[in-house]
Structure formats: structure tokens, C-alpha cells
């Protein structure tokens, strides 16, 4: 937290909780979490099954309600954003990428990522769609079904139709947990390359090698905040995680 | 928005074909009832069939609205994932909602453009079912009229967009979040709008079953006939709670293929219902409307045998015998009465008896005191009690004279049957001599004691057909059970067979669906003939709940038929058709299990790893 201080951060948590049931079975998935996701960089969200690592995305991303504390996109607060705002800023301002992909089956690549687009009323031209794809490698596969498509360009298709609407923050829940190592890389190398280009990202994952991918790595254990690590390798990210896994 | 429509039509194909199959059958009903109800009411046909096709068509309209928009709500339950994906990427609610309206006006239009010929075919079957039973004349024909065509189609547009409002409606409150997860989450079962449903048409078929034994012998009849229907609606409503827990009470068999069957049940609630809910409806009106028939008719019957002292029924006038006490001669004419005068004027079709009052009040049981010019109002009812009606009797066949008897007094009345009867009682002296001679007759003998039944039957012969009092009730018992059957057959008939093909519309959808749980389960270790088996043992589970609940709401009817008939004829009812019942219960098990096999078998067709190894 040295020099991205100057800028306000993309996403920035204060005192976030979130509840799970109630009474004696109540699960404090997120609690009490206050957390800067800085602009412009790729920080990753680690932690023990059960941490609470997606519900604190989810939380980030207004998909999640929250008991308690402010979520701010920006300057705009999502915990009192209604259901027509936060549609909106999932047209504009948010992508997301998924473990599954979450592609519409029916629907081609490149229609699955002129979508978002074509949700938000625009007419997208071919080309920037092509030029969406292309920036994945996949320009050759617009045409082609989810299923025609392996896991890894599945993703990469997914990854485009995030970007085609040029968000300020990328969410990304174990982007590569559904692909062999080789996509992974691709898939990695791909969000590397979007930060080093400034975009802010956020991901969950529980691969360590993913994890030193990114810029700062936020550790999470039953809710909480527990560590944070800037620039490790591989390898320190795993006996950080195996520390807090104990 | 259309496009996106479009394509998800060609992608869940199997879903939409259900869908479009139950808009395509609901229109080629009504418009088939529709065209018959214009024919018959312009053409001179039976009496009956006017308001047999009206009842046709209101069962027709009923059941295509429920059909279709049961089916359109499971289809749009089973898409809760691709409608939440859609949430996610910035699709709006009205976006949602647009996208499901897109597509039932699609279906609606499809479904009427498939609709339009297939009832033309329906049509035929129809008025070759009615020609059968004598409905119609011989050469009655329904007539194709150009504007139907509109209706039709807006038949299948309405149906189609007013089936998938509410399911639009809810579909559009998904959250985004339940695309992440694996299955999408399930639905809440019991939404407001089901409860203000279920108990919107419990409130309704509770009043029926208090009013109808209010009503008298015809508005009891007509009330207690008509339970069935909301009892049937309330129960659907409720099905998300009832279906289940009827379900899990099924014997199972032991074993891990019976539990995980009743896990299934539990599990799968909204599909369980949703199977159950055309088979209920298919139950209910059947069994509640024919049970009914049927118990209204033996009511009837033993009225008749209860309040008639005779011994002999003769189909021919009698004059007075050796060994006969009484005899009372009634002739039957058909009139035509018209009551109320200006805008309340009001002509009905009624049987006039002409009678001698002394004989009929000693057969029947009831006195009847007919002075000068007037008349009675007899066991049909239909005739006001007091004032006067204006009668005019008619020719018996076509084309002969009749003879307009002017205003009568009605100066009595005997006491309404449930068996009905004629309406006007009379002097023979009133009717002209040439009618009266014509017209049938009906002599009802009582013996003097100690007379010789055989040889006074013997002596009687001689004048018409002769039957003792139990073979004419029994005789007549048959044909007004025949002419049930018959009506039940028209109305129903069509009706029952495209909620069974609901039923089947529903296990297909359930079924697509299921591919991935089916492979998840060969992977876990059964093989796919046991998951073909618990498929099988959970569909009985359902069917066995639907045909119990059924039940329930046939019996909300025949609630309505014990109080009708005890309030009318003194003695409560209730006679079933048993037959009638194990053949539909047999008819749903075959349909249910015979689907389940079917879609089961081939949704396990590919190796379990070819679904769970590829995922979207």
C-alpha cells in the first residue's frame, strides 16, 4: 500500500458482514472485513475451503446483500444500490468470470459476447466484438457453440465477454479451478496482460500458482482478513496458505 | 430480444415442444367445441346438445388455460439458471420478462398455426362421437366459419402470454447469484400467488358444497357437478406441500433404489407437483363429475320407487280391470310455457301430463287439486307456483299442429323430484281431443289387495308393454346411466386425454433435464437399470399422490352430492362408478410409468462420463 494510495481503490470494503442463517446455526461467512482492492491491479483472494473467500466476492460485486457495512464501486455505494442500478452497473462497470464458465449454451461465441452489449440496448459492431475475441486468440471460434469449445477457450470466451463492455473491475471466481495447467497459463497469461494494461482485477482462487500471478495476495480464514502478501512467488504463497490452513 | 427467444427456442427444444404441444391441443379443443356450439345452436338438433357443447367448451377453455400455463411455469422453473446467467451479464428484469413473453407469443402463434388444422380433426371426432350417442341428427356437420381462424389464433396468443405471466413474473425476481450455482437453487414452493389461488377457488368450492343442498333438485345438481373443478384447482394450488408428503408415503420397497426415490421426492418438489397437477385435474373432473352423474341418478331412482305405490307400469292408456285399484293414466305432451311478461318474458321447453288429479295423487304420493281452467306445476318444476303461464302445446312431430291453450292459472303444486319429470300438470279435458289420442301414455296400476299379480299382468298385456315397477326403475336407471356415460364421454371424453397428455408433456420436460443428475448417480455406482428402476419407483410415487389427491378433490363433490340428495330427496346418495375409477387409476399408472420408462431410458442413453465430463 505504498504508491496506490494516491488513487482511490477500485473496490474498497468497510466493515462487511455477512450471515448465513440464524440462531445457534448462523455461519459468519464474511465478518467484519474492511479491504481496499486498489485500481489498476490484480489482487487475488485466498483462503481455506469455507473461508468465506466467494461470499466476500460476491459481497464486492453487489451480488451478495450484506448484513452489515458499505461496499463502494468507486464512489457508488453498492449496498443501497437497487436491483435496476446494480443491473446497470453490471452492463457498464462490472465483469465477471466464473469457474464454470457460465456461457449461454444456445448462443455463439460471438453472441455471447456482444450480450452484455445488446442487454444495454447498443447495437455492437462485428468488428469490435471480433477485435474482443481476437484480444482472447479465439477471432477464429466466433461462430462456434459453447460446446463446441474446449474448457480453456470456453473461458477465454467468457474472459471477452467480461472485457467487451470495458469494466472498471474484473471479478474472477477461480477462473482457472475448471482447466487443466496448460489452459490455466493461457488463461492466466491473458489476465496478466489486462492488468499490466491497468485493469483492475479481483479473484478468488485456491491455486497458489494462480495466486503469485497476481499483484498482492489478501488471505482469508473464517471471515476475516488474516494476511496479505505484495509480489510473492509460487512458492511463498503456498506456506503462507499452508500456515493459515493449520 | 426476439432473436435471443428464437435461438433459446432451438436450443431447449424438448422443453419448448412440450410447451407448444399443449398450446397446440388446448386451441384445436376449443376451437373444435367453439364451432360445434355455433353449428348445433344454428342447426335443429337435440335439445341436449347446446348446453352440452357450452359445457364442452368452458371444460375445454379450462383445462387449455390450466394445461398451458402449468406447463409454461415448469418449463420457465427448469431455465432458472439460463434466465439468472442472463441477470448476471446486465440482462434487466424487464428484460427477462420481455424474453419470456417473446417466446410465448412465439409459442402462442406456433401453437395456433399447428392448433388450427389439428382441430378441425378434433372437430370430426367430436361430431362423430355426437352423431353416435344421437346428440345431433345424422347429418348434422360442424361448419368451418372464416373467423375462427382469429380466434384461434388469438386463443393460442392469450392462453399462451396469460400461461407465462405469473411464471414471468417470478422468473424475473431470480437473483443473479443462482447462476453460479450448480442445479440454480429451488424455487420458494409456495408463492403468494398460489396461496391467494388455492384459496381464492377453496373459498369457491366451499360454497357450492354449502349452497347446493339449497338449491333445490336442479340448481343442487347443477351446483354439486360443478365442485369438482375449483375443489381440483385448490388442491394444484397446495400440490408444492401435498404431493410431496403424499409421495414419500407410497410403499417404496425396501433398498437403496426405493430411498433414493423418496429422497427424489423430497428433493424435487416444484417437479413433483408439476407432474402431479394435470393428473389431479384429469381425476378430479372425471371421477367427481361422472361419481356425481351417477349419484344424482340412483337418488333419483329411489325417490321414485320411495314415493310411487304401484305395482305394474303399462306403456298404453288402461281403463279400470278386475283386481286393479287404481290406475292413473298420464299422457305426455310436449309444451311450450312462456312466463313473465316485456323484457322478463321467458319461453321454456317443458313435458305437459295430462292426469286425472285422484289417480296421481294415489300413485305418486303428493295430492294435487286441479280446478276449472287450471293447471299444476309438477315435479319437473321450471313453472312458477302461483300466477299464471301462458302453454302452448306442440305437435308431436314436426310440422303438426300444435294448440295454444292462452293464459292458465297455476292454482298448485306438487313437490320437486331430484329425478325431474314434467313440469305442467293438467286436465285431459283441457288438451284437444286429436293431441291427447296421439300423444304416449303411461298407466301406473296399483293391485287390490289380494288380486293375482300374473293373471292381472296377463289381463294387462293386452292393452301395451307391461313391467313391474322394479323393472321399469331399473330400466329406467340404465338409460339415464347410458345417457351419462354418453354426455360424460362428449364433455370429457377429449378433455381427459389432453390432460393425460399434460401429464406426459410434464415427465418429458421433468426428464430433459435430468440427464446430468441420472449420470451423477451411474457414477456414484448404479447401473443404468437402476436408475431407470428408481426413476420408475418415484414417478408411481407422484402418480400415487396425484390419484389420491384426486380424490380429495372429487370428494369435496360428492360431499356436495350426500348433502344435495339428502336435502332433496330425504335420503343422502352416493353411488361410484368403480369400474369407471380402477380404469382411470390403471389408465394414469400405465401413462406415468410407460413415460418415465421412455424418457428415462433416453435420457441414460450416452456413457454418464460424456455429461459430467462436459459442462457449458
Keep these: 500500500m505504498t504508491t496506490m494510495t494516491m488513487a482511490p481503490p477500485a473496490v474498497a470494503l468497510h466493515g462487511v458482514s455477512r450471515v448465513f442463517g440464524r440462531g445457534p446455526s448462523a455461519v459468519r461467512a464474511v465478518d467484519g472485513v474492511t479491504l481496499d482492492f486498489p485500481r489498476g491491479s490484480w489482487t487475488a483472494v485466498m483462503g481455506p475451503s469455507g473461508s468465506g473467500k466467494s461470499t466476500l466476492l460476491h459481497c464486492a460485486a453487489g451480488l451478495e446483500r450484506v448484513d452489515a457495512g458499505q461496499v463502494l464501486l468507486g464512489d457508488t455505494d453498492l449496498t443501497v444500490a437497487g436491483d435496476a442500478e446494480l443491473t446497470a452497473l453490471r452492463r457498464t462497470r462490472i465483469g465477471f468470470v466464473f469457474q464454470s464458465f457460465n456461457l449461454i449454451g444456445a448462443l455463439t461465441a460471438e453472441q455471447n459476447v456482444a450480450l452484455p452489449l445488446r442487454l444495454a440496448g447498443k447495437r455492437p459492431s462485428r468488428s469490435a466484438v471480433r477485435a474482443t475475441l481476437d484480444a482472447v486468440g479465439l477471432a477464429d471460434r466466433a461462430r462456434h457453440k459453447p460446446r463446441e469449445l474446449s474448457g480453456g477457450q470456453q473461458q477465454r470466451v467468457a474472459i471477452a465477454r467480461a472485457m467487451v463492455t470495458r469494466p472498471e473491475v474484473l471479478f474472477a471466481d477461480e477462473p482457472t479451478g475448471a482447466l487443466d495447467s496448460t489452459a490455466a497459463r493461457t488463461v492466466l497469461d491473458l489476465l496478466r496482460a489486462m492488468a499490466d494494461a491497468g485493469q483492475s482485477i479481483v479473484m478468488v482462487t485456491h491455486d497458489p500458482g494462480a495466486a503469485a500471478r497476481a499483484d498482492a495476495v489478501v488471505f482469508l480464514r473464517d471471515g476475516r482478513v488474516v494476511d496479505r502478501l505484495a509480489g510473492a512467488d509460487a512458492r511463498a504463497v503456498a506456506d503462507r496458505l499452508a500456515a493459515w490452513e493449520r | ?616
Excluded: C
Design chain 2, 1 to 616: 430480444m426476439l432473436g435471443m427467444s428464437r435461438a433459446g427456442l432451438a436450443e431447449r427444444w424438448t422443453l419448448f415442444v412440450g410447451a407448444l404441444l399443449s398450446v397446440a391441443l388446448g386451441v384445436a379443443l376449443v376451437q373444435s367445441s367453439l364451432l360445434l356450439l355455433i353449428s348445433a345452436a344454428g342447426a335443429n338438433s337435440d335439445d341436449a346438445a347446446v348446453p352440452m357443447l357450452g359445457i364442452t367448451l368452458g371444460g375445454a377453455t379450462f383445462l387449455a388455460g390450466f394445461i398451458i400455463s402449468s406447463t409454461f411455469a415448469f418449463t420457465v422453473d427448469q431455465r432458472r439458471r439460463d434466465l439468472a446467467l442472463l441477470r448476471l451479464v446486465g440482462g434487466s428484469r424487464g428484460q427477462v420478462r420481455r424474453l419470456l413473453l417473446g417466446e410465448a407469443l412465439l409459442l402462442g402463434l406456433g401453437g395456433a398455426a399447428i392448433g388450427v388444422p389439428a382441430g378441425l380433426g378434433v372437430m370430426s371426432l367430436q361430431t362423430w362421437l355426437m352423431r353416435r350417442f344421437e346428440f345431433v341428427p345424422p347429418d348434422f356437420v360442424g361448419e368451418w366459419r372464416m373467423w375462427i381462424l382469429g380466434v384461434s389464433i388469438g386463443t393460442g396468443v392469450v392462453l399462451a402470454l396469460a400461461g407465462v405471466l405469473v411464471a414471468a413474473r417470478r422468473a424475473a425476481r431470480v437473483r443473479p447469484l443462482e447462476a453460479l450455482r450448480e442445479s440454480g437453487a429451488a424455487a420458494r414452493l409456495m408463492t403468494a400467488g398460489r396461496w391467494v389461488a388455492g384459496l381464492f377457488f377453496l373459498g369457491g368450492a366451499l360454497a357450492l358444497v354449502i349452497v347446493a343442498p339449497h338449491g333445490g333438485p336442479a340448481g343442487g345438481q347443477a351446483m354439486a357437478m360443478n365442485v369438482a373443478m375449483p375443489a381440483a384447482v385448490t388442491v394444484v394450488a397446495f400440490g408444492p406441500l401435498l404431493v410431496p408428503v403424499l409421495a414419500r408415503l407410497m410403499p417404496f420397497g425396501g433398498g437403496v433404489l426405493g430411498a433414493l426415490a423418496r429422497a427424489n421426492v423430497r428433493d424435487a418438489r416444484r417437479r413433483s407437483a408439476s407432474v402431479a397437477a394435470p393428473l389431479i385435474v384429469l381425476i378430479a373432473l372425471v371421477v367427481g363429475n361422472t361419481g356425481a352423474g351417477e349419484s344424482f341418478t340412483s337418488s333419483g331412482i329411489g325417490e321414485v320407487a320411495r314415493s310411487t305405490h304401484a305395482d305394474f307400469v303399462v306403456e298404453a292408456p288402461v281403463p279400470a280391470r278386475p283386481g286393479v285399484a287404481t290406475v292413473s293414466s298420464e299422457t305426455m305432451l310436449p309444451a311450450e310455457i312462456v312466463t313473465g311478461s316485456g323484457e322478463d318474458r321467458e319461453t321454456t321447453d317443458v313435458t305437459a301430463l295430462a292426469i286425472n288429479p285422484r289417480a296421481y295423487a294415489a300413485v305418486h304420493g303428493t295430492p294435487v287439486e286441479l280446478t276449472g281452467n287450471g293447471v299444476a306445476r309438477g315435479p319437473g318444476g321450471e313453472v312458477p307456483t302461483d300466477g299464471s303461464v301462458r302453454v302452448r302445446l306442440l305437435g308431436l312431430s314436426p310440422g303438426s299442429p300444435g294448440a295454444d291453450l292462452g293464459d292458465l292459472p297455476v292454482v298448485a303444486a306438487v313437490p320437486e323430484m331430484m329425478s325431474g319429470g314434467a313440469s305442467l300438470l293438467m286436465l285431459p279435458g283441457q288438451v284437444p281431443a286429436a293431441l291427447l289420442e296421439k300423444a304416449p301414455t303411461r298407466s301406473f296400476v296399483a293391485l287390490e289387495p289380494g288380486a293375482d299379480a300374473s293373471a292381472v299382468r296377463a289381463d294387462l298385456a293386452r292393452f301395451g308393454p307391461v313391467s313391474t315397477l322394479g323393472e321399469w326403475l331399473k330400466a329406467d336407471a340404465e338409460e339415464r346411466n347410458s345417457t351419462n356415460d354418453k354426455v360424460m364421454l362428449v364433455v370429457l371424453g377429449l378433455g381427459g386425454l389432453y390432460a393425460l397428455i399434460g401429464v406426459i408433456n410434464s415427465m418429458v420436460i421433468g426428464a430433459a433435464t435430468r440427464r446430468r443428475e441420472f449420470a451423477e448417480a451411474r457414477v456414484t455406482g448404479l447401473t443404468r437399470s437402476q436408475v431407470i428402476r428408481s426413476a420408475l419407483l418415484e414417478a408411481y410415487a407422484v402418480t400415487g399422490a396425484a390419484l389420491l389427491l384426486g380424490a380429495l378433490a372429487a370428494s369435496a363433490a360428492f360431499f356436495a352430492v350426500l348433502s344435495t340428495t339428502s336435502a332433496v330427496t330425504g335420503t343422502a346418495t352416493l353411488d361410484l362408478p368403480w369400474p369407471l375409477i380402477a380404469a382411470v387409476a390403471a389408465v394414469a399408472l400405465t401413462v406415468t410409468g410407460v413415460t418415465s420408462l421412455i424418457t428415462s431410458w433416453s435420457a441414460t442413453r450416452h456413457p454418464p462420463v460424456t455429461l459430467l465430463a462436459a459442462r457449458e
